[in-house]
């Protein structure tokens, strides 16, 4: 049996791996209020703003089996102070005049981003009661939401008090006092370093892959997470702005209401999943709220400005639906494989920014009519 006394330091681990994941998420969401100095200084239209902020989501997505395999396998607090430093670095880097030195600075960004919500389930996972993981879960989830919020609106002040370069190297030196932090305090959970050891990688990935309901769970991980990805995470601001002639502030703080909505939900919908033990109804109630309310934000006509944030309330916090996801990735694969099968689940998660996000940039770009706000298409 492994000691699940919670220490100081599995406290500590737990929020540190959380303000990490925290930290990730205001940087995953950065293009959406940085948009238009974006397409200003490096001279982008919708579909090229749109390749370059799904950088970040390319290698996210593509590490997130490898971090997963390494969790299983090593230090946690080496793992995760590593993976924070290439982040801040990447961060720094995005503030380039230079498309391809942002590029690369974005692509860093989502290979350290990779390993945040990982590291929180597996400490979870492993160093805390089994009962509460959904809600452990949840409040991470929550804690990545209030990230994302303070990448919008409170981002997009500071963008305005420091400028934005400056804003993006300030965010990378609180990302190297976060990696110095851990590598001092986190501990990786005790009897856990060696036993993925025992088998190899393939087979791990076999057992994994071999499970039909893993997939059927990541098809619903990665359309669930999606508005997050489509709206929140890049488009919903230059939407609104459009659609309502709003300020980029005023979008800004609308659009957080999808990141308050994930705030509240996410523990809720976490508690209640692991009080009635229920995994299906929660996934299911998520889903239909959620297509409800973004079928009336994009499709009713003369929608008026003050039912939006409401909508967008109910359209994030639909998306912690994922969430329970989660556990039952957890509860359906092997003890020896778990940060690998998250990883597995958080990857088709975040699919999304590398597949919806283009996506949706090219279908905006082949649709314009050559009109111009402000200097940017």
């Known amino acids: 049996m492994m000691n699940k006394t919670i220490t100081w330091h599995v406290f500590a681990s737990y929020l540190l791996a959380t303000t990490f994941l925290c930290y990730e998420m205001a940087l995953q969401v950065s293009p959406n209020v940085l948009a238009h ?167 791990q990935l076999a057992t994994i892959s071999k499970n039909k309901q893993t997939w059927y769970i990541a098809l619903y991980a990665f359309f669930n997470w999606g508005p997050i990805m489509i709206l929140a995470a890049l488009w919903a601001v230059p939407y609104l702005v459009s659609r309502y002639q709003i300020t980029v502030a005023h979008a800004a703080s609308l659009t957080g209401m999808m990141w308050i909505g994930l705030i509240f939900i996410s523990p809720l919908l976490g508690w209640l999943s692991d009080r009635f033990r229920q995994r299906l109804k929660p996934m299911r109630w998520s889903a239909t709220s959620g297509l409800i309310a973004t079928l009336l934000l994009l499709y009713y006509p003369d929608l008026s400005l003050r039912y939006v944030p409401l909508l967008l309330f109910i359209i994030g916090g639909a998306c912690s639906g994922q969430i329970v996801s989660f556990a039952c990735v957890k509860e359906l694969n092997k003890e020896n494989t778990i940060a690998t099968a998250i990883g597995f689940n958080n990857m088709a998660v975040v699919a999304g920014g590398a597949v919806l996000q283009p996506l949706v940039g090219y279908w905006l770009a082949g649709h314009w009519k050559h009109q111009m706000l402000n200097s940017v298409p």
């Open 37 to 203: 100095q974006l397409m200003a200084s490096l001279h982008l239209n919708a579909a090229s703003l749109s390749m370059l902020a799904s950088c970040y989501f390319y290698t996210y997505t593509s590490m997130q089996i490898p971090a997963g395999l390494l969790f299983d396998r090593y230090n946690t607090k080496y793992l995760l102070s590593f993976a924070i430093i290439i982040c801040a670095a990447g961060t720094f880097l995005f503030q380039s005049h230079f498309i391809a030195i942002a590029a690369l600075g974005r692509t860093m960004m989502g290979a350290g981003s990779a390993f945040a919500f990982i590291s929180v389930l597996f400490i979870a996972a492993y160093s805390l009661p089994a009962r509460h993981f959904a809600l452990l879960a949840g409040i991470a989830q929550l804690l990545a939401a209030f990230g994302a919020f303070i990448g919008e609106a409170p981002l997009s002040a500071m963008t305005q008090f420091l400028g934005w370069q400056q804003t993006l190297v300030t965010l990378a030196f609180i990302g190297m006092l976060l990696a110095f932090s851990t590598l001092l305090i986190v501990q990786s959970p005790k009897r856990t370093l060696n036993r993925a050891k025992k088998i190899s990688i393939r087979q």
